[in-house]
T-cell receptor, first 116, second 113 residues
Framework: DTAVSQTPKYLVTQMGNDKSIKCEQN?????MYWYKQDSKKFLKIMFS???????INETVPNRFSPKSPDKAHLNLHINSLELGDSAVYFC???????????????FGPGTRLTVT | DAKTTQPTSMDCAEGRAANLPCNHS???????VYWYRQIHSQGPQYIIH???NNETNEMASLIITEDRKSSTLILPHATLRDTAVYYC??????????????FGQGTILTVHP
């Protein structure tokens, strides 16, 4: 079974549209993250949720809105898509409980978003 | 989080040890050294982490200098599947920024047959 899954894997859409990416983890973790990897391959954190509470919110346009319906899911909704939003978006999860070894993050396979 | 410096790229022959260096001269006493790698088109994968002591697991070994200003990730017997970008990350595990991974450019390791 896939530990961290994302849907869709590929997403092609036009400027101005609204789209969502879904993430689910079956690891029993209590913390989930969204990362963005741009065309230059830089990987940057966007958001983090712990037990459905937003704990990290980097400087991200408010067109991006994360939503965590429960601990196992963290979705990313993007309004009014722009060309610069084209990137690969990775979801990850980890646990705050236990020794620091549990803090390792497990990443999903990524969603390649292309805005035309 | 402290900044890290890694070589842009390295080559290694299959079956030989790959030694990937990382400089983190501004690391503070309560920051950990983490290593992740990203194989082409996949999500990053955790490899190993350490605070002061050298660490070893089934994937790699981590050697941290006594002053903690640098470290080396060792893949003892590199295979073609180890070709990836390797990221050295210094990470603080407390406070509001805990859990945050700050990725740099990493080292592109290419393992040759």
């Amino acid at each position: 079974d896939t530990a961290v899954s994302q849907t869709p894997k590929y997403l092609v859409t036009q400027m101005g549209n609204d789209k969502s990416i879904k993430c689910e983890q079956n690891l029993g973790h209590d913390t989930m993250y969204w990362y963005k990897q741009d065309s230059k391959k830089f990987l940057k954190i966007m958001f983090s949720y712990n037990n459905k509470e937003l704990i990290i919110n980097e400087t991200v346009p408010n067109r991006f809105s994360p939503k965590s319906p429960d601990k196992a899911h963290l979705n990313l909704h993007i309004n009014s898509l722009e060309l610069g939003d084209s990137a690969v978006y990775f979801c990850a999860s980890s646990s705050r409980r236990g020794r620091e070894a549990a803090y390792e993050q497990y990443f999903g396979p990524g969603t390649r978003l292309t805005v035309t | 989080d402290a900044k890290t410096t890694q070589p842009t790229s390295m080559d290694c022959a299959e079956g030989r040890a790959a030694n990937l260096p990382c400089n983190h001269s501004t690391i503070s006493g309560n920051e950990y050294v983490y290593w992740y790698r990203q194989i082409h088109s996949q999500g990053p994968q955790y490899i190993i982490h350490g605070l002061k002591n050298n660490e070893t697991n089934e994937m790699a070994s981590l050697i941290i200098t006594e002053d903690r200003k640098s470290s080396t990730l060792i893949l003892p017997h590199a295979t073609l599947r180890d070709t990836a970008v390797y990221y050295c990350i210094v990470r603080y595990l407390r406070g509001t920024s805990y859990g945050k991974l700050t990725f740099g450019q990493g080292t592109i390791l290419t393992v040759h047959p």
